[in-house]
């Protein structure tokens, strides 16, 4: 298979924690098979489309727990870009949380790699 780009949108229309995605668990029992994947996030773009400044708060849970990537703060109609490079794995999942509600539009720009089977 090949490797993948791939682009997830999330509005944050609420102030609860948000999934963006989820790498998929293997399965090559299944049909059709669930190949391993490794997702590298490449971007992550958040978009204030309101008058007034927002906090979105990133996200990589392991599965098991929560850790904090990052606190970004975007100023009233602006758009911030954070182009560091994060690794998730099977199972992983990037939530993103917003300070206040129908504020922030996220964008996440990411390389799908799945191994060959």
Known sequence: MADVFERYLVDLTTT???N???VPVANVAATPPTPVSTYILKNITIHNDSGSTVVVTLTHNDGTSDFEIGNVTVSANSTNTN???F???AGDTLKVQANAANRALV???LLNI???Q
């Open 114 to 116: 799945k191994q060959q």
């Open 87 to 89: 690794v998730f794995s």
């Open 20 to 22: 963006v995605f989820t």
């Open 16 to 18: 609860d924690s948000t």
């Open 107 to 109: 964008s996440v720009s």
């Open 83 to 85: 182009s560091n490079i």
